[in-house]
């Protein structure tokens, strides 16, 4: 048999809040680190052939594409550490406004 048992909701704006510089702090690292490899990325002909020319030119297409999508990358966690700080701060206030509805003295 289930036990459908209910204790709550519980959140921690601390933690939640640390989770959100731990995020900026990752998007940081990526960001530094696409910065740092992107000039490894960009490739010159072997020679002035056709063969040579081509295969550069695609590769350094690629590279672009790669580094575009590096950079959404890094703005969707940026975003996601805003979006976490934006929740955190409102479940607060909406906490307060609860507990004030109450005649409870807010924290």
């Not at 010159?44 to 550069?56: L, M, N, R, T, W």
């Not at 590279?63 to 700080?85: D, H, P, S």
């Amino acid at each position: 048999m289930s036990n459908n048992e209910f204790d709550g909701v519980r959140f921690d704006a601390s933690t939640a809040l640390a989770a959100a510089s731990q995020l900026d702090a990752l998007a940081d690292r990526m960001a530094g680190g696409m910065e740092v490899e992107q000039v490894k990325l960009n490739i010159a002909p072997a020679g002035a052939d056709e063969v040579s020319v081509s295969a550069a030119q695609t590769l350094n297409a690629v590279a672009a594409q790669f580094a575009t999508a590096g950079g959404e990358g890094v703005n969707e966690v940026r975003q996601l550490a805003a979006a976490l700080r934006a929740q955190a701060a409102n479940f607060g206030q909406v906490e307060e406004e609860s507990m004030a509805g109450f005649g409870a003295p807010t924290v």
